[in-house]
T-cell receptor
Framework: GAGVSQSPRYKVAKRGQDVALRCDPI?????LFWYQQALGQGPEFLTY????????KSGLPSDRFFAERPEGSVSTLKIQRTQQEDSAVYLC?????????????????FGSGTQLSVL | DAKTTQPNSMESNEEEPVHLPCNHS???????IHWYRQLPSQGPEYVIH?????VNNRMASLAIAEDRKSSTLILHRATLRDAAVYYC????????????????WGLGTSLAVNP
């Protein structure tokens, strides 16, 4: 596709329910990132993949959060036993390469996000 | 990680230039300065980035102070479509444990453009 695609666009979950959020990055992009954005705040890093390898998951807030990218393309962020504080927009971003931040490969392309509301 | 400081909000008139400041007094020599913007209900969008020299692209210009402790994003002629939150972010080029690639985002500057 032309850009990063995320689904669903909106998700309403009851507290305690498990949810799965999908991200389709731009074809051929090596790097994939998940961010969480609370209302009125900047995005906060959750996790980073280089191809299928999850190289950094230091931002995941608890063990209820799990992300995977088994074939190095599509990624899923799963949240188990959702809580009200999980309500936020979850953003996925991809970039072409895994080099340093100065080169043209490091530009991040973001999806429109999934807005999760936990009731 | 080095942090950035930006004004919470700014206002501009359509077709006038806009200068969005960013302070990063603790920047290190290996930190790149990146700017993204986020339109309402959308994900952030890359604007521009630089290291030491001023940079220009079709969207904007980036002016970097000689001591690199501050920078300014310049929109040459603001349009209504430029109303967004603008984030100034530092990105270290140093490899870190786990190949750390996270970006630290602040609250950004909310730019309003008046018709």
């Amino acid at each position: 596709g032309a850009g990063v695609s995320q689904s669903p666009r909106y998700k309403v979950a009851k507290r305690g329910q498990d949810v799965a959020l999908r991200c389709d990055p731009i074809s051929g992009h090596v790097s994939l990132f998940w961010y969480q954005q609370a209302l009125g705040q900047g995005p906060e890093f959750l996790t980073y993949f280089q191809n299928e390898a999850q190289l950094d998951k230091s931002g995941l807030p608890s063990d209820r959060f799990f992300a995977e990218r088994p074939e190095g393309s599509v990624s899923t962020l799963k949240i188990q036993r959702t809580q009200q504080e999980d309500s936020a927009v979850y953003l996925c971003a991809s970039s072409l390469g895994n080099r340093g931040p100065g080169g043209p490969y490091e530009k991040l392309f973001f999806g429109s996000g999934t807005q999760l509301s936990v009731l | 990680d080095a942090k950035t400081t930006q004004p919470n909000s700014m206002e501009s008139n359509e077709e006038e230039p806009v200068h969005l400041p960013c302070n990063h007094s603790t920047i290190s020599g290996t930190d790149y300065i990146h700017w993204y913007r986020q339109l309402p209900s959308q994900g952030p969008e890359y604007v521009i980035h630089g290291l030491t020299s001023n940079v220009n692209n079709r969207m904007a210009s980036l002016a970097i102070a000689e001591d690199r402790k501050s920078s300014t994003l310049i929109l040459h002629r603001a349009t209504l479509r430029d109303a967004a939150v603008y984030y100034c972010i530092l990105y270290s080029s140093l490899p870190r444990a786990g190949n750390n690639r996270k970006l630290i985002w602040g609250l950004g500057t909310s730019l309003a453009v008046n018709p």
